[in-house]
């Protein structure tokens, strides 16, 4: 049963619950081993700190982005092509809601700008991931809209980068991305989800978040490390049979309860009281 019910619940249940080591954990369990950008692909403040919001008041948007692939095929240029920048304003005006700018291909010049950014912004795109660089760093920092990239360098595309094609398959690091897949990303890197597992993943992912907060709170309450993963590592075997988090620890409860009935040991007794403590107090304090 899914946690949302359009496509923004969806993205702000990202945005707010997750984040990309889960996500890729989850991945890696459904056999997507190798769904990670390249590691210096980074949020553009980790890459100029120090920039702030044009709006002083408003909330910080540019350390995480969740969106659709809009996949965009580039290539260098040496000279002053028959058309600047190739199809790179097709791309653009193309952009849809909620959708974000992929793009990789061409390595001798900045990728993306201000002017780029705006164009995005006002089609109603929700970020770009660049295989290259970016530039106009104040301008685009300003603009709290998240642009993750390799580096920011100055050096102008027009004649040195055009745009080839666009929503068409994409190779990034050990990554291959199709439009339509679903990207998501934060200080830690960017994961691609592929579009028909998406729901699952999400579904799962947002169970282990949970998941991991219990556990942390187990440990927190005096559980040892080695006791705690095995219990995480038995609540994620169930973790795609129980979708919603209330059925999930009531079962953990209810399976340490027949545990003592049976006289089964999967931890010692001060353990079990601790981890059910954790269980039920985190239970209370969300049905307030």
Known sequence: MMRWNNEEEMFFAMKEKLYTPVVGDILDTMGYSHQFLPPDIRPLPALAPGYGVADSQEEDHRWKLAGFACTVLEHDVFGQPQKPFGLLTEALDQLKANEIYVATGAHNSALWGELLTTTARMRGAVGAVLDGYTRDTPQVLGMNWPVFARACWAQDSSIRTSVCDFRCPLEIGQVTIHDGDLVFGDIDGVVIIPKDIHIQVLEKALIKAEGEKTVRKAIESGMSSTE?????????????????????????????????????????????ERIRNVLYLERSSRDE
């Open 228 to 272: 705690a993963f095995e219990i995480r590592d038995f609540m994620m075997r169930f973790a795609g049979l129980f979708s919603l988090n209330f059925l999930y620890k009531s079962f953990i409860m209810a399976f340490f309860h027949l545990c003592d009935r049976i006289k089964v040991k999967i931890c010692n007794v001060p353990d079990r």
